[in-house]
């Protein structure tokens, strides 16, 4: 389905981490309406490259969040492009995308990139670290969604609590700010009642994690979203 306006539910692949070949049929076979191939480290060209030709045999489409310019490669539906809003470097805002434009803008494909306005809320994650983040407040994290619905007119925002479950309350807060901008909710999703309640709010949910801890809960969390 490749109507992103209908999308309710997507599960994240790590390039980085094991994954049997049984399980990646189930997940691609289980309903979802993508699967998103990304991480935080040791995103190589190599993961994936192989991540997508295994995922490539079925119909769900595929998309790269690029983590870093060294991994992309051809042959995915769609690219996603994180920008860390709450990230105290402008690098990781604005800088390394930009590079990649002035180095690669002549043969990007448009039509198949698109941004995602990323807000990190768990200070304890990797990616958290990694670009240097500030928790904002409440207030301020609604603040981001204005600018990337009014200011930037972004396609995503991104509330990303990546290893622990979210509040809830904000995201129901965050979605009644948008309009165009669509509202990606992902982080500690464990259980089917948790990815019902977040996807109450969100337009998408995003499960990751738990597809390594626990696949048999990960694949009753589509169902929960439908
Ligand atoms: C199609 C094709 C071949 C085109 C060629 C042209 C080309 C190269 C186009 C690229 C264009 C472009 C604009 C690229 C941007 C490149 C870039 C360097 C982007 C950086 C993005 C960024 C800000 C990264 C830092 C933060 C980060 C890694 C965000 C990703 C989201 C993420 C991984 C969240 C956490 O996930 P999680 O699963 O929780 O992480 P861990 O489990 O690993 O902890
Ligand atoms: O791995 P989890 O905690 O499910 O988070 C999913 C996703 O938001 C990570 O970018
Ligand atoms: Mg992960």
């Known amino acids: 389905m490749y109507n992103m306006d209908e999308w309710k539910h997507i599960f994240k692949l790590d390039p980085a981490k094991e ?5 990646i049929d189930k997940l691609c076979e289980s309903g979802t309406d993508a699967i998103i191939v990304g991480g935080t480290d040791d995103v190589t060209l190599d993961g994936v490259l192989q991540l997508l030709s295994r995922i490539r045999r079925h119909a769900v489409p595929v998309i790269l969040e690029i983590s870093n310019i060294e991994s992309v490669t051809p042959g995915y539906d769609y690219y996603f492009v994180p920008m860390v809003l709450n990230s105290q470097e402008k690098k990781w805002l604005i800088d390394v995308q930009h590079e990649a434009i002035v180095e690669y803008g002549d043969v990007i494909n448009w039509d198949e990139m698109f941004a995602e306005g990323y807000c990190i809320m768990n200070p304890e994650s990797k990616v958290y670290q990694h670009a240097d983040c500030k928790l904002p407040t409440d207030e301020e994290a609604i603040a981001y969604a204005r600018m990337v619905e009014h200011l930037f007119m972004l396609p995503f925002f991104y ?3 990546s290893g622990t479950y979210g509040d809830s309350a904000l995201v129901e ?4 700010e948008l ?6 909710y992902g ?6 009642e948790q990815a019902a309640e977040m996807s109450e709010f969100a337009d998408i949910i995003v499960v990751g994690n738990v597809i390594y801890d626990n696949p048999k809960e ?9």
């Open 218 to 226: 990960a694949l009753k969390t589509v169902n929960a979203t439908k």
């Open 19 to 23: 994954i049997s070949g049984d399980m």
């Open 179 to 184: 309009q165009e901008t669509k509202l990606i």
């Open 159 to 161: 509330l990303e609590y």
């Open 173 to 176: 807060a965050i979605q009644q």
């Open 187 to 192: 982080g500690g999703i464990e259980t089917k």
